[in-house]
């Protein structure tokens, strides 16, 4: 069977569209602090969204808003990599906060989306203080055993060599 120029020509177009399709891909969200869904009794002092690519610096936008509609993010958002994290002001209304994000990468489509989170406050807000850890006094890594040696040993010599000299400048006194 004869292979004719149009089926190869064919055939050669094919490999190359094959060969220069890059794989699809889209910037989607990896994890959430606090988790999208669940409750915290602790108030968060930030919020964390991280995605599969890299972030631009700037243009991005984390929202957080109490069950009034009310803001409680501090507007500080930074960017490192593919985390994004935005302050919040102390939260001490119980009740569902929504985060809403706009996340822009590089060649990638806008990331947007809300998410709930519940706080479940405590009757008293009392600050975390800071609890001291007790710790093992730390042994030496080796023995300063041949250290002292070697310093007794500098010592005796300065000694003797001190007392030569004496000696000495004493005989070159006597012979003048």
């Known amino acids: 069977m004869k292979i004719t120029r149009i089926s190869r020509f064919l055939g050669v177009i094919a490999i190359l569209s094959f060969l ?7 910037n989607s969200l990896i994890t959430t602090l ?9 108030a968060p002092t930030s919020v964390t969204l991280t995605t599969q690519v890299a972030l631009l610096a700037d243009a991005n936008d984390i929202a957080v808003t109490d069950a009034a509609g009310n803001r409680v993010d501090d507007g500080t958002l930074t960017i ?9 002001k ?8 929504s985060v809403t994000y706009f996340l822009y990468a590089e ?10 989170f519940n706080f479940s406050a405590p009757s008293v807000i009392t600050p ?9 006094s730390q042994i030496p890594a080796s023995s300063s ?3 002292n040696v070697f310093i007794v040993f500098i010592l005796v010599a300065a000694f003797f060599v001190l007392v030569g000299l004496s000696l000495y400048a004493r005989k ?5």
């Open 145 to 147: 055993w041949g250290t």
């Open 128 to 136: 975390n203080e800071p609890t001291p850890i007790p710790t093992k």
């Open 107 to 116: 060649g990638e489509t806008p990331l947007e989306g809300t998410f709930t």
């Open 34 to 42: 606090p988790i999208s869904g669940s409750t915290v009794t602790t």
């Open 172 to 176: 070159l006194f006597r012979d003048r």
């Open 20 to 26: 220069g399709m890059s794989s699809a891909s889209a």
């Open 80 to 88: 490192n990599e593919a985390t994004a994290t935005v302050g919040l």
């Open 90 to 97: 102390p939260l001490v209304d119980s009740g569902i906060y």
